[in-house]
Structures are given as structure tokens and as C-alpha cells.
């Protein structure tokens, strides 16, 4: 058996029709972990925050607007990767990322900066399915 590989595991050329499956696959797997896991940590950020009491619109003003929203965009990116629209999860990461994602990862302590981190995941999931549909046309 010199030389000959498992199907499993030899390495598929990349323009192939099973490698672009396998890209999409895992551009909607982790567009949809993304939007999931922002979604839970902007609920924790709100409703179960362990570093202070939970937000109110008096103590909190913006905030208490702005999570909620970041984490609707969660749920939509989690949509968005499930039907597969990369221009979508594109789109989202840019709104949510740039003002308060980018913020979020740099400054909030530990597990709040995952947030930022999580819209990370919706650009990566889009350059997948993106590179995923131009491999099959």
C-alpha cells in the first residue's frame, strides 16, 4: 500500500465540485455557531451579566438598545448562513463589527469580548459560501 491513500483522506484539488461543498458546509456551520453564540452572549450581557447588575434603560442609556440589537443581528446572521446568502452575513458583520464588535474585542474583559469575536465568524462564513458559489458557476 505505498502511495495509495483512503478516500477519507486524500486531499480533494480545490476546484472540485466536493471541495465546494465541504467550503459551503462549513461556511454555513460556522455562520449559524456565530450568529448563535453572539445571540446567547448578548442575552448573558443584559439579562446575566456576572461583572455587574443586569442593564436597565436609566443606568445603562445606549447599551440597553444596542445589545438587544446585536443580538437580533445574531439571529439573523444565524438565518442568513442557514440560506446560505453570504452578501447578507456580509452586510451584518459590517454593521455590527465595525461600531460595536471591533469595541466589544478590544476592551470588555473576558467573556464579553467574545462578541466581537463571534462577528469575526459571519466574515468568515461569508468568504466561504462567496468562494463556495463562484467554485460552482
Do not use: K
Not at 460595536?100 to 466574515?123: K, N
Amino acid at each position: 500500500m505505498t502511495g495509495i491513500m483512503p478516500v477519507w483522506i486524500a486531499p480533494r484539488p480545490l476546484g472540485s465540485r466536493q471541495a465546494s461543498i465541504s467550503r459551503r458546509r462549513i461556511g454555513v456551520w460556522v455562520g449559524a455557531a456565530s450568529g448563535v453564540v453572539c445571540a446567547v452572549l448578548c442575552a448573558m450581557f443584559v439579562f446575566a451579566n456576572p461583572y455587574s447588575p443586569p442593564l436597565t434603560f436609566q443606568r445603562a442609556g445606549v447599551w440597553a438598545l444596542i445589545v438587544p440589537g446585536l443580538g437580533a443581528g445574531g439571529l439573523l446572521s444565524a438565518v442568513a448562513a442557514i440560506r446560505r446568502r453570504p452578501r447578507a452575513l456580509l452586510m451584518l458583520f459590517f454593521i455590527s463589527f465595525l461600531p460595536f464588535g471591533l469595541y466589544l474585542l478590544l476592551t470588555l474583559p473576558r467573556i464579553f469580548g467574545w462578541i466581537g469575536a463571534s462577528h469575526l465568524g459571519y466574515l468568515v462564513a461569508s468568504l466561504l459560501l462567496r468562494v463556495s458559489e463562484a467554485d460552482e458557476a
